[in-house]
């Protein structure tokens, strides 16, 4: 069993320690103590062929719910603070194995607490269940690390000692699994699909329309994946990618996901977003995507959201539906700080024919890149054009 491994196994291991009256707070730090002890003991122990049966391996889970929970109970007798605690405990688990039930699901909801905002519950979450570090969840609030740090220790103190017997509401918990996708869809951790078993989870035991549009937005913009990369690593652009190869089934599935949902007349941001994927995956060329019923989507998002990132993307959207200068027009009310917002203007621009603008931009779109793939492609384009524009005459 690897790291990578041992950690997968976090959010069930925090959830027991939750549900055996250990605060948040304390429980997340006793789990970490654990998964370094681990690390230790995994590497330093025999085989578990020749190991005389106490070898860790053989019930890492039971193993590490064992070492938190002590960890928890030295961390409590040493903190005055907290010896009232005490008594909520008659005795150490017993070692051995554990319920195998998966309690993720349960664990976001836990940490999505009433006593918490929103965003604050959100952040905490991703954090500690997720698994994201606080500069990826940052990127994703467009926050500085700074500041996502400090909301995330706002939001550990707020319910240090907390009994987690309040559980947060789905549109928190959705918020989270929306975010975590994202960042395994773009980001540097592969945890997208992780975040769709997740929301089948949810989407069989909630009824609940919007629910339903975060299922069809991931398997739909999943059903991508593959194509999203070449095989040395670099992006491949949605207009460039073999629409062969996107997974069919998936794609299906989305959708009617996503026709049921919208049936029910209860328009929310997940269900607008999944509209705009799949109006991109029923296109058989990029040449014949729908980009003026994209545009009326993406208007909806504005609408719901008042997102400045769904008005940047909706720029790409009305540059392709009217034209580059529509887009660039589209594009001049929005704060030129926005991630990504060089690279529309970029893309604008060439599309527009003016090569050397579209060039420099491109170039400090790489600069800014949080995304090393991301970041690679935007200096090829920059110098495409730089090429093309020395060679014109």
């Given at each position: 069993?690897?790291?990578?491994?041992?950690?997968?196994?976090?959010?069930?291991?925090?959830?027991?320690?939750?549900?055996?009256?250990?605060?948040?707070?304390?429980?997340?730090?006793?789990?970490?103590?654990?998964?370094?002890?681990?690390?230790?003991?995994?590497?330093?122990?025999?085989?578990?062929?020749?190991?005389?049966?106490?070898?860790?391996?053989?019930?890492?889970?039971?193993?590490?719910?064992?070492?938190?929970?002590?960890?928890?109970?030295?961390?409590?007798?040493?903190?005055?603070?907290?010896?009232?605690?005490?008594?909520?405990?008659?005795?150490?688990?017993?070692?051995?194995?554990?319920?195998?039930?998966?309690?993720?699901?349960?664990?976001?909801?836990?940490?999505?607490?009433?006593?918490?905002?929103?965003?604050?519950?959100?952040?905490?979450?991703?954090?500690?269940?997720?698994?994201?570090?606080?500069?990826?969840?940052?990127?994703?609030?467009?926050?500085?690390?700074?500041?996502?740090?400090?909301?995330?220790?706002?939001?550990?103190?707020?319910?240090?000692?907390?009994?987690?017997?309040?559980?947060?509401?789905?549109?928190?918990?959705?918020?989270?699994?929306?975010?975590?996708?994202?960042?395994?869809?773009?980001?540097?951790?592969?945890?997208?699909?992780?975040?769709?078993?997740?929301?089948?989870?949810?989407?069989?035991?909630?009824?609940?329309?919007?629910?339903?549009?975060?299922?069809?937005?991931?398997?739909?913009?999943?059903?991508?994946?593959?194509?999203?990369?070449?095989?040395?690593?670099?992006?491949?652009?949605?207009?460039?990618?073999?629409?062969?190869?996107?997974?069919?089934?998936?794609?299906?599935?989305?959708?009617?996901?996503?026709?049921?949902?919208?049936?029910?007349?209860?328009?929310?941001?997940?269900?607008?977003?999944?509209?705009?994927?799949?109006?991109?995956?029923?296109?058989?060329?990029?040449?014949?995507?729908?980009?003026?019923?994209i545009v009326e989507w993406y208007d909806e998002l504005a609408r719901l959201t008042d997102s400045p990132v769904v008005r940047l993307n909706r720029a790409v959207a009305v540059g392709e539906a009217d034209g580059p200068r529509a887009g660039l027009a589209a594009l001049a009310a929005l704060d030129a700080s926005l991630p990504r917002h060089a690279a529309v203007a970029a893309h604008l621009h060439e599309r527009d024919g003016d090569?050397?603008?579209?060039?420099?931009?491109?170039?400090?779109?790489?600069?800014?890149?949080?995304?090393?793939?991301?970041?690679?492609?935007?200096?090829?384009?920059?110098?495409?054009?730089?090429?093309?524009?020395?060679?014109?005459?």
């Amino acid at each position: 069993m690897n790291e990578a491994q041992l950690r997968s196994l976090t959010p069930s291991v925090l959830g027991i320690l939750v549900r055996r009256g250990a605060d948040f707070a304390a429980a997340e730090d006793a789990v970490q103590d654990a998964l370094v002890e681990a690390v230790r003991v995994w590497r330093a122990a025999p085989s578990p062929s020749s190991s005389n049966g106490e070898h860790p391996m053989r019930d890492p889970k039971g193993w590490l719910v064992t070492v938190a929970w002590r960890r928890f109970l030295d961390a409590t007798r040493a903190d005055a603070a907290r010896r009232r605690r005490e008594d909520l405990v008659d005795e150490e688990p017993t070692p051995g194995p554990v319920s195998a039930v998966d309690d993720t699901l349960q664990l976001y909801f836990l940490c999505a607490h009433p006593s918490l905002t929103p965003s604050s519950a959100v952040a905490l979450t991703l954090r500690a269940v997720g698994g994201l570090t606080t500069r990826q969840i940052a990127r994703a609030y467009l926050v500085p690390e700074a500041t996502m740090a400090q909301r995330i220790s706002r939001a550990k103190r707020t319910v240090s000692g907390v009994r987690f017997d309040q559980p947060g509401d789905v549109a928190t918990v959705l918020r989270v699994l929306y975010l975590v996708f994202n960042e395994g869809y773009s980001g540097d951790v592969d945890l997208a699909a992780e975040a769709i078993r997740l929301t089948r989870q949810l989407s069989a035991a909630v009824d609940h329309p919007e629910v339903a549009g975060l299922l069809s937005l991931m398997l739909l913009h999943h059903a991508r994946r593959a194509t999203r990369t070449a095989p040395d690593g670099s992006l491949v652009p949605l207009a460039e990618q073999d629409r062969g190869r996107w997974d069919t089934g998936s794609i299906a599935e989305g959708v009617d996901i996503l026709q049921a949902a919208l049936a029910r007349d209860r328009l929310g941001e997940f269900q607008a977003q999944a509209a705009v994927a799949a109006l991109h995956a029923d296109a058989p060329t990029a040449e014949e995507t729908d980009w003026v019923q994209i545009v009326e989507w993406y208007d909806e998002l504005a609408r719901l959201t008042d997102s400045p990132v769904v008005r940047l993307n909706r720029a790409v959207a009305v540059g392709e539906a009217d034209g580059p200068r529509a887009g660039l027009a589209a594009l001049a009310a929005l704060d030129a700080s926005l991630p990504r917002h060089a690279a529309v203007a970029a893309h604008l621009h060439e599309r527009d024919g003016d090569l050397v603008t579209a060039a420099r931009l491109y170039a400090e779109a790489a600069h800014k890149a949080t995304n090393l793939a991301e970041r690679d492609h935007l200096t090829r384009q920059a110098a495409r054009l730089n090429s093309r524009s020395s060679d014109a005459p």
